[in-house]
């Protein structure tokens, strides 16, 4: 198997908003705020949904590459209900492998609240479910060894027993790639975060704001600096200024497209990285998988939700 990706199984929850709802609410806009059930359903109860979709980010990045057609695979918890049903389902409609057997669970499957303001930007509330509740037992080693390479995703890291999920995973894997995902989740776990990108991580995702609060940079050329510094693949998205890839002295960067008619950014990030990684296991060039990244971000942040209709 060429991926294989760990991450919370979240079904996705679409619906547009003004940014008064945000204001009103005490949300901040284009980040992720984790909440309870009920507050979860409080939010969503004066709210039209657009659509509900099978989400998580890194299966948004894992369905990516199976659309590509790579062979991939998934390991995210769920419980055997409703939502944790269509979860699943949604993943097998992709090719995707799913390394997980779901029973009833005390905690219903996780959700998460896409918030689109008229400017496209997404807001995302979490309640995360038995998604945060995954452990080592739930994780296929055999899965993980027959795996090019490992893939986790940051915010995983809200919540305790993931962490042991996460140290088994990377010590049975045999290149590990990993999403810093969100600013918020990157101040909570800064030195967990800087540990895994400086000693655990082959290959390191992350946006520019995530990049800048996790080495704690006052200017982009420090991040530049760090990631040559570490001599591990960074590769960083900076939204209109493109994206660069770093890998010890050598740096690569692509221009982001240009006149798009962009609806939501919701998965952007999401499918870059699905992108890349096709790029990386097929042999590609550092130029040509940021490339790819950047086609697959150009297509998603042109339609609503984070997957794609190929």
């Avoid at 039209?48 to 659309?67: C, D, M, R």
């Avoid at 995902?181 to 995530?210: G, M, W, Y």
């Amino acid at each position: 198997m060429k991926v294989i990706g760990i991450g919370n199984a979240i079904v996705d929850v679409i619906c547009k908003v003004e940014e008064t709802f945000l204001t009103n609410n005490k949300l901040t806009k284009s980040t992720m705020k984790l909440v309870d059930e009920n507050e979860f359903k409080r939010l969503l109860s004066s709210l039209k949904i657009e659509t509900t979709i099978s989400g998580g980010s890194i299966a948004n990045s894992i369905v990516g590459l199976s659309q590509l057609g790579n062979e991939v695979g998934f390991i995210g918890k769920v419980s055997d209900d409703e939502l944790g049903a269509k979860y699943e389902e949604g993943l097998k409609k992709e090719n995707v492998k799913y390394f997980y057997s779901k029973k009833k669970e005390v905690i219903p499957t996780g959700t998460c609240l896409i918030l689109i303001t008229p400017d496209s930007e997404r807001t995302m509330i979490t309640f995360l479910g038995t998604a945060g509740k995954i452990s080592d037992k739930d994780i296929d080693i055999n899965a993980i060894k027959k795996s090019e390479i490992l893939f986790l995703e940051g915010y995983l890291w809200d919540e305790g027993e993931p962490k042991k999920a996460f140290e088994k995973a990377i010590l049975n894997s045999n290149k590990v790639a990993m999403s810093l995902s969100d600013l918020f989740c990157v101040e909570r776990h800064k030195p967990h975060f800087l540990d895994l990108v400086k000693n655990k991580l082959d290959i390191t995702f992350a946006n520019e704001q995530e990049i800048i609060s996790l080495i704690d940079a006052k200017k982009f050329e420090e991040v530049v600096d760090f990631s040559k510094k570490i001599k591990k693949l960074v590769i960083i998205t900076r939204g209109e200024k493109g994206a660069i890839a770093v890998n010890g002295d050598e740096i690569v960067e692509c221009s982001a497209k240009k006149d798009l008619e962009i609806k939501d950014l919701t998965g952007a990030g999401d499918l870059f990285a699905g992108g890349f990684l096709h790029g990386n296991i097929n042999g590609k060039t550092l130029k040509e998988s940021l490339e790819k990244g950047t086609e697959m971000s150009s297509k998603i942040i042109q339609t609503i939700g984070a997957r794609l209709n190929l």
